[in-house]
């Protein structure tokens, strides 16, 4: 069953480039279409079935690929689907070229295949692979700009994770050395039993995915990449594809260190934490909103890796939940930002101000996400985020258990900031009437934000499935 989320898209993506020239951009629109929500919904029946899936499913393989199909595979191929359905017909009304559709279209298959094959790896190398291919298509996607704010990002995105890159295989190749194999269960052994040699490669592994995730201190080029990219590119960067290519690497990290490693994990719930810290802070002091986004990605994430980093059923289902809620919220804001783009032709907060009246769907959408990222009740944000606080608490981090709460205050803070300037604010009587832009741009904002309000009524009763 696993390789079906690789292959599927492999041959929509030949089909719709081996079609007649004029069907070319329509059929890779469709194609991609019922793919991300065929895989969206196969994966959450999976997830809500009781016993449909086992814990450890068999192990598969495809052309060399080790994979395996778990509940962690099925919240990041589940959080893909809902991302890539709602990005794809964003990017598409902003483009109007039909090749140019046709690439979008086109990056954004192959960028699913690199993220389900990430999330099915069950071996270092197979992981490594599939996270370059993640890579490579994003960079694409971001240059797809044109302009040279976009250039300057794809750049910078360039450089850095070609350092991870390098880091990644460095590690790699010093637990070959240390342990003769590239399993998740090496690591272990490694940080357990491999001496210098062995923890040497669980670090510069663990910091490539650091980089490739845009955690703190990494996180340099998360800024510039997410503004000079096509909106549309923004929000699959900050939905999945950075947590594809960083964030769910540190998950198997973490996991294969469940049982040991503390001194590891404990660096990784530092990380966490600092990201959500820097992250939050630097939020507050943007005046570009897809600015703050992508340094409210950088916070939100932090969330993510401390759950993990605890080590608890509640911190690893917190986890998972705030993997799942942050893809469906800064998705959903990025298309907001997206509308607000089109309307006024700008994403800056201060020239794009006082145009809720004339958009309110608009402004009612990017609340409900403002106040999920935030941790409000009861949207799916707030209860991932009170599982890890409450996992950090009842694993004596007592500190960070605090400093996370108040960092979702600051989260709170800047993101109403952003409503009040851009959507509340007294509108300028010289500028242009605005309206609602068309359903290109409505229609997948309200889906994730139906989504978004479901999973949080629904969260008590998804929590106690998950805990029996």
């Known amino acids: 069953m696993a390789y079906a989320f690789l292959i599927l898209p492999f041959f929509a993506l030949l089909l719709a480039n081996l079609a007649p020239r004029r069907l070319r951009a329509p059929l890779a629109f469709v194609l991609s279409l019922v793919l991300f929500l065929a895989q969206g919904a196969t994966a959450l029946v999976a997830l809500l079935s009781p016993g449909a899936l086992p814990p450890d499913a068999g192990m598969e393989a495809l052309f060399g690929f080790h994979l395996r199909l778990d509940l962690w595979s099925l919240v990041a191929i589940l959080s893909a689907g809902v991302v890539g359905a709602g990005v794809l017909p964003i990017g598409w009304s902003a483009l109007r070229d039909e090749g140019r559709r046709l690439t979008f279209a086109s990056l954004l298959l192959v960028n699913l295949i690199g993220i389900n094959g990430v999330a099915l790896a069950s071996d270092l190398f197979s992981l490594y692979v599939f996270i370059e291919v993640v890579s490579v298509s994003t960079y694409v996607l971001i240059a797809m700009g044109a302009e040279a704010e976009a250039i300057e990002g794809a750049f910078k995105y360039l450089v850095l994770s070609g350092v991870a890159t390098l880091l990644l295989l460095s590690g790699i190749a010093l637990l070959i050395l240390s342990e003769g194999d590239l399993s998740f269960a090496s690591l272990a052994r490694a940080v357990e039993q491999g001496g210098t040699v062995g923890r040497l490669a669980v670090i510069l592994f663990a910091a490539g995915l650091l980089t490739k995730g845009g955690f703190v201190p990494f996180h340099w080029w998360v800024p510039d990449a997410y503004t000079g990219a096509p909106t549309a590119v923004g929000a699959l960067m900050a939905g999945i594809a950075t947590k594809a290519s960083g964030t769910f690497g540190i998950v198997r990290v973490a996991l294969a260190l469940s049982s040991g490693g503390q001194t590891v994990r404990e660096a990784i719930l530092a990380v966490g934490i600092l990201s959500i810290l820097v992250g939050a802070f630097a939020g507050l002091a943007q005046r570009d909103a897809k600015r703050m986004l ?39 804001l990025f298309g907001n930002v997206a509308s607000v783009e089109r309307a006024s032709g700008s994403s800056a ?103 978004n309000v479901g999973v949080g009524l629904g969260s008590p009763l998804i929590i106690g499935l998950f805990v029996r």
Do not use: C, N
């Not at 059923?313 to 986890?319: E, F, T």
């Open 349 to 451: 907060m201060d020239r794009s101000g006082g145009i809720g009246k004339g958009m309110p769907i608009t402004s009612g959408t990017s609340i409900l996400a403002s106040l999920s990222i935030a941790g409000f009740p009861p949207l799916s944000g707030f209860w991932s985020k009170l599982l890890v606080v409450v996992a950090l608490w009842q694993t004596g981090h007592q500190g960070y258990a605090v400093t996370a709460v108040m960092a979702s205050l600051l989260t709170l803070a800047y993101l109403i900031g952003w409503q009040r300037r851009t959507f509340w604010a007294k509108p300028d009587p010289s500028a242009r009437p605005v309206v609602e832009e068309g359903l290109g741009l409505l229609l997948p904002v309200i889906a994730l934000a139906v989504i």
């Open 294 to 332: 992508a340094y409210s990605s950088v916070s939100q994430v932090g969330y993510i890796v401390a759950g993990l980093a605890t080590g608890s059923v509640l911190g690893l289902l917190g986890a998972a939940l705030h993997f799942f809620a942050h893809a469906v919220s800064t998705s959903q």
